[in-house]
Each structure stands twice: as structure tokens, then as C-alpha cells.
């Protein structure tokens, strides 16, 4: 069977292998038989090998995007009279607040809100929980898909730790694809999802913290009915079965893109997309696109380029263009700066980052495009 192979920049779902499509491919069966709820385990298990969870850790599957991840954890891990500190500088710091929104009043919501392209003062942070000593838990996005910014997840942790507050960590765009450690770094709760640094299909979401944690948030308010965290816990523990029907093909291949990850190995991976992220800088350096982010902030998963002045160009026309010679890339989030995104992250190598710069450096030419500093190609 042969699949064509397309290059996607966009910031996930991601590239995948053709072994992982392949994995799909299999008899049909029943998600409550044995065989399937001993797949389920052995999934479980090595999700939470990736970021070194011991023993003590569960990881608590949904099927859902990792909005829906997101939603499980922030309706399921805050105490009636809990408050909540989100970080907000960018579309996903905000989609947290969105959520907490919906599951607890106003009045229990502190925010901290910068601009998408500025780095979190921590100090700024640590004063906010001064002057809020009851806030319970920190919401903060660890890798904006926004900017491609990464945030300091990890010092906020430990700030966190010291006043007795805990950290829900949004680890979608960084999991499997930043060196993430949950016992060294901290993270109480982190999200992530099946579909983009994992390299696997989308439509699975999981929630990775400790047993003991999970069992206290069986107390909590039962704010959501298919996403609360204890109730698919307690079903798992029990018979190894989501409540509900899973994406059973989507399992399969989440199973053999995790086996992939573990062939590479977690520096492995690091070190593909890092050098897939220094032939992309190169290239877009050489056309003369501008970045938004300082190096001091930027992560090596996604960039947010500087959209051309030039009143030739057009986002649309450039991903139409692209599109149509195998490559996908997409649109901002900032409202007030023109950018667009590229992602390095997926099946991927530095051989397809150099043909995409090719390509882009032929429309161009082609639509007679001045790059953002105006040189001439």
C-alpha cells in the first residue's frame, strides 16, 4: 500500500510514519476485550515512561484533542473553594482561562496577561501569589504554540511548590519533543496529546499525575461527566477500559509511534527537530524573513515568522503554493502582528526543511515578494 507523503509544518497533528498509519490496519475488535484493555495498559505505561513517571503515576486517557485534556483536568482538579493563577500570553495561556471560566466563578480566577511575544517575569508571578495567598493551583502553557515561546514551567513550579500551590502544566506542543522530566520538574498535572511530538495519529488526550493526587480530586465537585479524571481512573483501575468507547484504531497507532519514540530515544528526537530548527532559521534567515521571538525564549518546536510588508504578498496565495508542492504551513494567532507559523516537529528530516526553504524561495521569486527586511532575493 503505498501512501503519499505530505510535509506538515503546521504545529500538529504532525507528519507520521507509514508504519503508524499501517498500525491502524488491524482486525476489527471489541474495546472491552482483554486483548484491547491489555494494549490499553501497555499504552498507559509507556506514556508515562516518556516523561519518567514512577510508579505512583497514572496517566488518565481520554478520547478527545488536548482541549480536551485540558478541559479533564482544569474541571477535575480544583477544590470547590479553590483559586487558580493562569498564564496568559497567548492563545493557548487563554484557552485555559476559557475553560476555568466555565467550571468556576470569576471571583476564584487570578490572571497574569502579557503580550503574546513577552517572556513571563516570574517575579511579577511570585508577587501575585503574594498578594493572592490562597490561590490553590498555577494553569500555565509550557510551550506557546502561539509564538513558539517557551515558558518557565519548570521555575514556576518551584515557586509554586514553596507556598504549597500546584501546577497544571499544558505540555501539548512540548512532550516527547522538550526533555521533560514530571519528578525533577515538578509538574503535578501535565496534558498532552497523541498527535503531534509522539508522532502518532490524532484523537487521543492524557492527563499524567500522581495516584495520590487523583484520589483526592475524587472528592472535588463533579464538575464534567465524560471528562472528570477519578471516574476514568477508577474505570481503568478496575477493568483496564476507558468508560467510554475509545478511538480503538487510534490506540494501535499510538502504540507504534511510542514504540518509535523509544527507538529514537527522547535525545534522539531533541536533536532531529533541533537540527530541522537550525535549517529552518538558516533558510528563513537567508530570504530575509524576520522571527518574532528573541533566541533567548524561542523553542526549537515552532517558529512565528514575520509576515512580508510587500503588498504583493498574500497568506493564502504563499499557502495554497506550498500546499500544493507537499508542503503545509499555518496561520497566526497574534491579532495585531502579521505573522505566520512553521513546525518542525513530526516525521520529518533536515532534508525536507531544505526543500521547503527551496520551494519558498521560488514563490518568491515567482510573485516578485520582498521578504519583511525588503532585500532583494
Not at 510508579?55 to 477535575?76: K, N, Q
Not at 480566577?109 to 503574594?130: F, N, S
Not at 498555577?138 to 502561539?146: D, P, S
Not at 483501575?237 to 527507538?263: C, K, S, W
Amino acid at each position: 500500500m503505498d501512501i503519499k507523503r505530505t510535509i506538515l509544518l503546521n504545529p500538529g497533528p504532525a507528519t507520521t510514519t507509514d508504519s503508524v498509519k499501517k498500525a491502524q490496519v488491524v482486525p476489527d475488535i471489541c474495546p472491552r476485550e482483554k486483548d484491547f484493555c491489555r494494549l490499553m495498559q501497555q499504552v498507559q505505561k509507556k506514556i508515562i515512561q516518556v516523561v519518567n513517571g514512577g510508579d505512583d503515576c497514572r496517566a488518565v486517557l481520554f478520547g478527545a484533542s488536548g482541549t480536551g485534556g485540558l478541559e479533564a483536568m482544569i474541571s477535575s482538579v480544583i477544590p470547590e473553594t479553590g483559586r487558580v493563577l493562569i498564564v496568559n500570553n497567548g492563545a493557548y495561556g487563554r484557552r485555559m482561562r476559557q475553560i476555568t471560566e466555565r467550571y468556576i466563578a470569576s471571583s476564584q480566577i487570578v490572571e497574569y496577561r502579557i503580550r503574546p511575544e513577552q517572556y513571563p517575569d516570574t517575579a511579577e508571578i511570585t508577587g501575585i501569589l503574594d498578594r493572592y495567598p490562597d490561590i490553590t493551583h498555577i494553569g500555565v502553557v509550557q510551550h506557546e504554540t502561539t509564538t513558539g515561546m517557551i515558558n518557565p514551567a519548570v521555575e514556576l513550579a518551584g515557586i509554586a511548590h514553596a507556598r504549597g500551590v500546584e501546577i497544571m502544566v499544558d505540555a501539548v506542543s512540548s512532550f516527547a519533543g522538550m526533555d521533560i522530566d514530571i519528578q525533577r520538574d515538578g509538574f503535578d498535572y501535565l496534558v498532552s496529546t497523541s498527535n503531534k511530538n509522539l508522532q502518532g495519529m490524532a484523537g487521543i488526550t492524557f492527563v499524567i499525575t500522581k495516584k495520590k493526587n487523583i484520589h483526592k480530586t475524587a472528592n472535588y465537585p463533579k464538575r464534567n461527566f465524560y471528562f472528570n479524571l477519578a471516574e476514568q481512573d477508577a474505570s481503568f483501575e478496575h477493568n483496564g477500559q476507558m468508560r467510554f468507547t475509545p478511538p480503538v484504531q487510534t490506540i494501535y497507532a499510538l502504540d507504534q509511534a511510542l514504540d518509535e519514540f523509544f527507538e529514537e530515544t527522547l535525545s534522539g528526537r531533541i536533536a532531529r527537530y533541533r537540527e530541522c530548527w537550525s535549517v529552518l532559521r538558516s533558510g528563513l534567515d537567508k530570504l530575509g524573513f524576520g522571527r518574532l521571538l528573541p533566541e533567548h525564549c524561542q523553542g526549537h518546536l515552532i517558529t512565528s515568522v514575520i509576515e512580508p510588508e510587500d503588498p504583493a504578498y498574500n497568506f493564502d496565495d504563499m499557502h495554497d503554493y506550498l500546499y500544493g508542492r507537499g508542503f503545509t504551513i499555518y496561520p497566526g494567532k497574534i491579532e495585531d502582528i502579521g505573522t505566520f507559523r512553521i513546525a518542525n516537529i513530526g516525521a520529518i528530516t533536515p532534508r525536507d526543511i531544505h526543500d521547503f526553504i527551496d520551494i519558498l524561495g521560488t514563490y518568491l521569486q515567482d510573485r516578485g515578494i520582498r521578504p519583511a527586511s525588503g532585500q532583494d532575493l
